[in-house]
């Protein structure tokens, strides 16, 4: 018999489970990845910019990056606010306000696009006051928006709330028992020590107010080269049996993906490392 | 501070739970409460933000459902087509959480606990899933297991059709949510102690023994969460399933997508009475994810505690 240690399995187990779990994340993960690129590129690098350069991509490119350039002031302002209030201070009905915060993650987004159609619909709630002042939010950029900022506010927030809380509030006592403005601690203090936890929510942020489907669908009205962003527009072309462009447009989402899962782990790379030196000065007095 | 306050003027005055006491205690708490600035401007921003983006569009739901009253509301539910996509919807992301629930362990267990070249990439690709647009994996998905696809063309001739059936649900759903169980084991399978596992190996129990007897036990929480999580992301889905699933009604048309075909017939009542019943099963779901989790961490902390 092999010598196997006592805490770890026999070598055929290992081998077996290795086998399984590289197996799984081959056949889900590495080979749609691979199909994306190899799809977009079927009819050679020719076809491929063109598609690229296409009017319609082009725009629907744009669009895409308007509304992430919009959403996302709007979601570090709440995730900045909902974290300091949940983590540095007590109130009465935190943990609703903390369901609240994440309902997003739960609630479909058809359900999501539903709602503001309910609201602002032609016949909605606000559909008649709308229309009788010639503000258009359904099936326009503002519907998009608000949709968009529903779906992603949530990832700011939940990942500042457990760094605050894990860093407690002595440093930002001391600044103001020092003298510091509300401001000054806040960006001297604060900021500098949630800035990785900062941007790596607006990574995950943004990855989802870029690819968004269902709820931007919902409330678009797949307007051609208006209301069309990335994702709404992959399917316009795949459904045209354009499978060239779709992919091509696809492709341009896969890379933004791997961007954003390289930039998510670096900044938990440095995070860790961070974290890593603070504990090393902190532990001779602790000990 | 202020709970140390309170407790000393309790321990000093036992007998004289008055108005006065608590009316002091109350006060020191607010004064140690406003030793930072910023809560009023903070929590307000918080509310109004959550009140514009969530509450208002939920209560126009919820008012709009109200014309029709929980039992119509309960008459569209269970109408044949809608019965049939509920049906459709539970049962592929059941299955879709419950694939993940198995790979998800040998995945997270494999990653924390063995070595093997590349791992620190395949951990960072885990999340892919996060990062992907939904409507990407959808056209990728379908084209792979479509019958001239990489995968459909050896899985056809074997009987297994994938692509426009219910079976196709099945794949893009476990392609979502497979970062879920993941990543809510990988830190608790960090955590385990191995001493408790050398202890049950010294005491002659087996490796089999040990994983059925301390580990899975450990670990079966944060399974059930991440399971749960899976379940109820996969719930929502729309993106992916439409392009895979073929969209036939009562065979392979999900909750969300008959929500939509509702609307664009402007069956406005319809979609809402749908939707609405979606709401509330998310809302059980998110409490049922908030149970798990405690239970999670108040496992955790009767286990270790000893972690320096």
């Known amino acids: ?287 | 501070m202020r709970g140390k306050l309170c407790k000393k003027i309790n321990r000093k005055y036992p007998n004289h739970q008055n108005r006065f006491q608590i009316s002091l205690c109350n006060l020191m708490s607010i004064k140690s409460r406003r030793v930072l600035p910023g809560f009023g401007l903070a929590l307000g921003y918080t509310l109004a933000y959550l009140s514009l983006l969530i509450l208002l569009p939920l209560g126009g739901l919820i008012l709009k459902a109200s014309e029709l009253g929980f039992g119509q509301i309960l008459d569209i539910a269970l109408g044949e087509r809608s019965l049939a996509a509920f049906r459709v919807t539970f049962v592929a992301s059941f299955l879709a959480a419950g694939v993940n629930a198995l790979f998800g362990l040998i995945v997270a267990w494999m990653l924390v606990r063995y070595t093997f070249p590349g791992k620190r990439l395949v951990d960072a690709l885990v999340d892919l899933p996060f990062a992907l647009p939904t409507a990407v994996a959808g056209i990728t998905l379908a084209t792979l297991y479509a019958g001239n696809g990489w995968l459909g063309r050896y899985l056809e001739p074997l009987g297994f059709k994938v692509a426009y059936t219910p079976a196709g649900i099945v794949v893009a759903l476990t392609f979502i949510t497979l970062p879920f169980v993941v990543r809510t084991l990988q830190p608790v399978i960090e955590d385990i102690e191995t001493e408790v596992e050398e202890a049950a190996a010294s005491l002659g129990a087996s490796r089999f023994q040990t994983f059925g007897r301390i580990i899975f036990p450990a670990l079966l929480p944060a399974l059930l969460t991440g399971f749960t999580l899976a379940f109820a992301r996969a719930l929502g889905e729309f993106g992916s399933v439409i392009f895979i699933a073929g969209n036939l009604p009562l065979v392979s048309e999900i909750v969300p997508l008959l929500i939509i075909a509702k609307l664009e017939q402007y069956d406005v009542l319809g979609a809402t009475a749908l939707a609405v019943v979606m709401l509330a099963i998310s809302f059980g779901l998110l409490l049922t994810i908030n149970l798990l989790q405690w239970w999670t961490a108040n496992r955790h902390k009767n286990a270790g505690g000893g972690k320096p």
């Open chain 1, 1 to 287: 018999m092999k010598s196997t240690r006592a805490t770890e399995e026999p070598a055929w187990v290992r081998r077996a489970l290795l086998t399984a779990g590289l197996g799984f994340l081959f056949f889900f993960l590495v080979l749609p990845l691979a199909a994306v690129f190899t799809e977009a590129l079927a009819q050679g690098w020719g076809l491929y910019a063109a598609a690229l350069k296409e009017p319609e991509t082009l725009s629907a490119i744009g669009l895409t990056v308007l509304i992430a350039v919009v959403a996302l002031p709007f979601n570090i302002a709440f995730g900045v606010a909902a974290a300091w209030a949940v983590a540095k201070f007590d109130f009465k009905g935190k943990s609703l306000l903390l369901t609240l915060i994440d309902l997003p993650f739960a609630v479909s987004p058809v359900v999501a696009g539903l709602v503001f159609i309910l609201l602002f619909g032609a016949q909605g709630a606000f559909g008649p006051w709308l229309s009788a002042h010639e503000i258009k939010i359904i099936f326009a950029l503002p519907g998009m928006i608000l949709a968009t900022l529903f779906i992603s506010f949530p990832f700011i927030a939940r990942e500042l709330i457990p760094l605050m809380q894990a860093q407690g509030k002595e440093e930002e006592e001391a600044a103001v028992s020092l003298g510091a403005s509300g401001w000054q601690m806040f960006w001297r203090v604060t900021l500098p020590n949630i800035k990785w936890g900062l941007l790596y929510g607006v990574i995950l942020a943004n990855a989802r107010a870029m690819g968004e489907f269902g709820a931007v669908s919902v409330v678009s009205g797949h307007i051609r080269g208006e209301t069309n962003t990335l994702p709404l527009h992959v399917e316009i072309l795949y459904n045209e049996y354009n499978a060239v462009g779709a992919f091509a447009a696809a492709s341009v989402l896969a890379l933004l993906a791997l961007v954003t899962l390289a930039a998510k782990t670096i900044v938990e790379w440095r995070m860790k490392k961070e974290t890593a030196m603070l504990a090393a000065t902190l532990a001779p007095e602790k000990t």
